[in-house]
């Protein structure tokens, strides 16, 4: 590799003008559709960053991507620097984009009532003969817009790291949290452990801004529920 096509990689950039990197630091939202591109193919030419060939790509497609999605294998390789792969991760990852467009969107369920979580997390963990710990993360409007399996263990004890609780609710936009652990044993009181983690990650929620809703436990049959025992 000349010392010229070196220049034009991405690990050669300044910061600023790397796609990958503005992606990580500033959210995907930052970047244009050309850096978007850019990502996909990686490198330019010896002429041209990356950037520098998608800004020319999507203008001679009228810097639309309806028009760009048209264009077939052999007419995006026409562009040098394009060559078959590039050209088939460009076409794929358009058509990934028709298709999301295409599908329903999900209706995001709201949480009125313990039964709710109930029944939504039921069919995840009423079963199991291990147990469990669960986070539910909820929007403004109580509708659940996240949940996640925080950690499992045996029968009667799961470890629960009130940091990745946070980390992931910072990460999702969330400003309430659920939390749902199963019994195996089809015991529905709390045990001390259960009041000791729930109080621990409400104390820590509140220094977020982020309210802990409630902590419902979760059996074959039934549930409990801490918020519906005023114990939270």
Known sequence: ?????????????????????????????????????????????????????????????????????????????????????????????????????????????KITSSNDVFNIMHPFIGDLDHEQFWVLMLNNSNKVIFKFPLSKGGITATMVDTRLVFKSALAQGATALILVHNHPSGTLRPSQADKAITQKIKNAGELLDIKVLDHVIVTEKTYFSFADESLI
């Open 1 to 109: 590799m000349t010392s010229t096509s070196k220049s034009f990689s991405i690990k050669n950039w300044s910061e600023d003008d790397r796609p990958r990197e503005k992606l990580m630091y500033k959210g995907k939202s930052s970047l244009s559709d050309a850096e978007l591109l850019a990502i996909l193919i990686g490198s330019g030419n010896r002429q041209e960053s990356a950037v520098e060939l998608c800004k020319r790509i999507l203008y001679a497609s009228k810097n639309s991507l309806h028009k760009l999605a048209k264009l077939n294998l052999k007419q995006l390789q026409e562009f040098k620097g394009i060559g078959e792969a590039k050209a088939i991760s460009i076409m794929a990852a358009l058509e990934l984009g028709n298709r999301r467009g295409a599908e329903p969107l999900e209706e995001l369920k």
